[in-house]
């Protein structure tokens, strides 16, 4: 049984998606629904860690025995992980942070004059390469969302951002996609080993993350 195994530990997860501004009444944002990073939320707290969730918005219950901290942007996103992450031992990074973001906020409500209307973005701050650059003790986990060539996108990510485990899914295949219960992931380690998983329920994919992350420590 993994219970008990990360007793003592703080976890970090972020979960969802971020909202970036356009005027104050629209945002762009993604297809997150967070159930894959709420899913280890769960899973790590009944292990014994403590949990610090640091969600964008969603409509899921918090988890037993997880605190939880609510953000919209990515901005806001890396001040809480900044914020939590020097006595953190684990950041598993669920969150589908926004690339890109609306270079200035109208502060009133963008009227539909134009036929057309073009956006300027900017980039968002890459949180978990910022992590990976100031990484102390921590085991740190990010994800991949690729519809193309994943292996390479993914083992790629892995070492830019200095990452010690990368969950790839190919978000294209049946049961693997955004809003599903289900997942199907590849773990890819920085020796270059890789674990297949089959299609799994994102309960028992978070099992697995943290009970490989758990070794890692
Ligand atoms: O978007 P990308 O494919 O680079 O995401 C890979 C990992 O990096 C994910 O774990 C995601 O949460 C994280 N990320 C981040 N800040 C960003 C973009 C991605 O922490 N601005």
């Not at 953190?88 to 036929?115: L, M």
């Not at 900017?122 to 990484?135: A, M, R, T, V």
């Amino acid at each position: 049984s993994s219970r008990g195994i990360l007793k003592d530990k703080k976890v970090i997860v972020t979960a969802g998606g971020t909202r970036e501004p356009i005027d104050p009444v629209r945002f762009v944002g993604n297809r997150s629904s967070g159930k894959m990073g709420y899913a280890i939320a769960k899973a790590a707290a009944k292990m014994g860690a403590n949990v610090v969730l640091i969600s964008g918005p969603v409509s899921l219950p918090t988890p037993q025995g997880v605190r939880r901290i609510d953000v919209e942007t990515a901005a806001a996103m890396r001040d809480a992980v900044l914020s939590e992450y020097d006595d953190s031992n684990i950041v598993i990074k669920a969150a589908a942070v926004a690339d890109y973001r609306p270079k200035q906020a109208a502060v009133h409500k963008i009227k539909k004059t134009g036929d057309s209307l073009v956006l300027e973005l900017e980039k968002n701050p890459d949180i978990l390469s910022e992590l990976g650059q100031h990484k102390q003790k921590q085991v740190l986990v990010g994800f991949a969302a690729e519809t193309q060539d994943l292996l390479l996108h993914a083992q790629e990510k892995l070492t830019r951002k200095n990452l010690d485990m990368i969950v790839a899914n190919d978000v294209t295949l049946p049961g693997a996609g955004f809003n599903t219960d289900t997942n199907i992931a590849k773990l890819i380690f920085r020796d270059g080993h890789i674990e297949d998983l089959p299609l799994m329920s994102k309960d028992e994919v978070a099992l697995v993350i943290l009970n490989k992350v758990s070794q890692l420590l």
